[in-house]
T-cell receptor, first 113, second 109 residues
Framework: EAGVTQFPSHSVIEKGQTVTLRCDPI?????LYWYRRVMGKEIKFLLH????????ESGMPNNRFLAERTGGTYSTLKVQPAELEDSGVYFC???????????FGPGTRLTVL | RKEVEQDPGPFNVPEGATVAFNCTYS??????FFWYRQDCRKEPKLLMS???SGNEDGRFTAQLNRASQYISLLIRDSKLSDSATYLC??????????FGTGTRLLVSP
């Protein structure tokens, strides 16, 4: 069974530019989560989709971040315009309903210069 | 105070040793707990899930103490390949995970 995949693996952009990250969850997993780890800090929750609906977006830092999951399959996370403090590793995770175990993708390492 | 706290370590142990990490949580509504292993610049990989008192999988044992609000991870017969950062996470109901900062383990020959 294929795991969670994320694209790109790395992205280096300048402040003010736009970046879109993509996550493909494990097939059949309705729950999709985005997390972020900034240097020296713990992994922090950003938001949670159940199928195509946003279940919880309490962790989104501000309105420069927009997440979508059209059709309830893959998800995108867009940062526009990017700021220096957005640098970090963005992880996506997915889970089956009711089990709670979340499986993580390899992450996208974002560097904003 | 952080919701999930871990000793960052590093814990330096020789091969074959037994090592234990603790993780404390402050949210009494936490229902389930997870131990993840994270290698340098890699994603967290699920190691164990703890839903009730504990769980055992080979050399790894996780214990949950709800009265004192902590979870422990015991690794027996440490291998060189066990060297990694071990992340503790809590969940209040199959929703978002709250992570600790991780405990670094170094197993030496």
């Amino acid at each position: 069974e294929a795991g969670v995949t994320q694209f790109p693996s790395h992205s280096v952009i300048e402040k003010g530019q736009t970046v879109t990250l993509r996550c493909d969850p494990i097939s059949g997993h309705d729950n999709l989560y985005w997390y972020r780890r900034v240097m020296g800090k713990e992994i922090k929750f950003l938001l949670h989709f159940v199928k195509e609906s946003k279940q919880d977006e309490s962790g989104m830092p501000n309105n420069r971040f927009l997440a979508e999951r059209t059709g309830g399959t893959y998800s995108t996370l867009k940062v526009q315009p990017a700021e220096l403090e957005d640098s970090g590793v963005y992880f996506c995770a997915s889970s089956q309903e009711g089990l709670g175990r979340q499986f993580f993708g390899p992450g996208t390492r974002l560097t904003v210069l | 105070r952080k919701e999930v706290e871990q000793d960052p370590g590093p814990f330096n142990v020789p091969e074959g040793a037994t090592v234990a990490f603790n993780c404390t949580y402050s949210n009494s509504a936490s229902q389930s707990f997870f131990w993840y292993r994270q290698d340098c610049r890699k994603e967290p990989k699920l190691l164990m899930s703890v839903y009730s008192s504990g769980n055992e999988d080979g050399r790894f044992t996780a214990q949950l103490n709800r009265a004192s609000q902590y979870i422990s991870l015991l690794i027996r017969d440490s291998k060189l390949s066990d060297s990694a950062t071990y992340l503790c996470a809590s969940n209040t109901g199959f929703q978002k995970l709250v992570f600790g900062t991780g405990t670094r383990l170094l197993v030496s020959p």
